[in-house]
């Protein structure tokens, strides 16, 4: 079967391979994050053709299947078809690896966050394009984790947080060693940072700032980058601690927003959701862009919220840490 493009790319598809498979296997990138039809981020329009749903698409609603709208991670071609998926060219050439890693070092930046450095062999060649994840791969659990270093250091940082009673959780904060040998998977989905020259806005949850981290600093270390429009990032935690990470740059410029879901006593930061503060601080959102990471509920009302506010369509970008089935 042949899956055409609205932008004029044609490749092949076989059996049940998902949409989104089939599309990365022919060196091709269509916008994704999580693969499993909970986030939307996939979400195109079916064009011509028919398609079957290989995984419940779960971000769709009923008005959106009505408007013929899929999830390139979910259905496969049962004809050929056409669909209006733009291919990401920033991303060719970065191949889907996978490779063992070794524990390097590993911080606990409060009850419930770990800091953890992955080393790779020194002849792999492992790369990726900041805000970008990889999986990693434990005793046959599989987990997405982003990936918070930059691609010029030589060791690879992951901000973890814990989950009561979660399979992953339960290695990285009861049994991991240092030396432990891992295997990573990556780097995957879309997340990155599309143009630098227009004002930027970034909302995080908890270790949801772990992508927004590597953004950022890898704009500092840029030479060739001078900052011409204003950067802010809101970042949202449940408690103070949870604040693991002190921003401090040089070169950039950013306005950093705390903001605190529950208020507590002696809080200089912000108090409410991050969408909210972050809304009530900027207007005329037509030049912006939105950058968003972290719980898939934020995600969801971020983006009803900012496109109501005046936001094109296609300058919000998201990584929704969604569970694994
Ligand atoms: C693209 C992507 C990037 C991610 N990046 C990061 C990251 O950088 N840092 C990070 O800490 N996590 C990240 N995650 C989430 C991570 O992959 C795991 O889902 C999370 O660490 C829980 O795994 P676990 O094995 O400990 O828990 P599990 O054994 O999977 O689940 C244990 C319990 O927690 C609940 N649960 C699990 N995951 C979630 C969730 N995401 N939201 C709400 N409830 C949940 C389950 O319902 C279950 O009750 C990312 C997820 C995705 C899809
Ligand atoms: S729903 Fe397809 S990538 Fe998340």
Redesign the pocket.
């Known amino acids: 079967m042949l899956i055409n493009t609205t932008e004029g790319k044609q490749f092949d598809t076989q059996g049940d391979q998902s949409i989104l498979d089939a599309a990365l296997k022919s060196d091709l990138v269509f916008e994704y994050?999580?693969k499993n039809g909970q986030?939307g981020v996939c979400k195109t329009t079916l064009l011509k053709g028919n398609i079957v749903e290989l995984q419940t698409q779960l971000a769709l609603s009923d008005q959106e299947r009505n408007d013929d709208k899929i999830l390139t991670c979910c259905c496969a071609a049962v004809t050929d078809i056409e669909i209006d998926a733009v291919d990401l060219s920033a991303l060719h050439g970065i191949e889907i690896k996978t490779l063992p890693a070794r524990v390097s070092q590993i911080t606990y930046l409060s009850e419930n966050i770990v800091e953890v450095t992955l080393r790779l062999p020194p002849t792999a060649y492992f790369q990726f394009i900041e805000g970008q994840?990889l999986d990693v791969i434990w005793n046959a659990?599989r987990?997405?984790?982003?990936i918070?270093s930059i691609s010029s250091e030589k060791e690879i940082t992951?901000?973890?947080?814990?989950?009561?009673?979660?399979?992953?959780?339960?290695y990285?904060f009861n049994k991991i060693q240092a030396n432990d040998l891992l295997r990573i998977e990556g780097s995957?989905?879309t997340f990155f940072l599309r143009d630098a020259e227009i004002p930027l806005i970034f909302l995080a949850t908890?270790?949801?700032i772990?992508?927004i981290k590597s953004i950022l600093h890898r704009l500092e270390h840029d030479p060739d980058y001078q900052q011409k429009h204003p950067i802010a990032v809101y970042w949202g935690n449940r408690y103070p601690a949870e604040f693991v990470w002190q921003a401090d740059f040089h070169k950039l410029k950013v306005d950093f927003y705390h903001v605190l879901s529950k208020p507590v006593t002696d809080w200089a930061g912000e108090t409410g959701y991050v969408q909210d503060i972050a809304l009530s601080k900027h207007s005329n959102l037509s030049e912006y862009a939105v950058y968003a990471c972290g719980?898939?509920a934020m995600i969801q009302s971020a983006k009803q919220q900012f496109l109501t506010s005046g936001l094109p369509e296609n300058k919000f970008y998201s990584?929704?840490?969604?569970?694994?089935f």
């Not at 987990?143 to 982003?146: A, L």
């Not at 992951?158 to 339960?170: A, P, T, V």
């Not at 990584?319 to 694994?324: N, T």
């Open positions: 994050s999580c986030c994840y659990i987990r997405s984790y982003s918070a992951l901000l973890i947080k814990r989950f009561e009673n979660g399979q992953m959780s339960d990285w995957k989905g908890g270790t949801g772990a992508p719980s898939n990584d929704a840490f969604v569970q694994s």
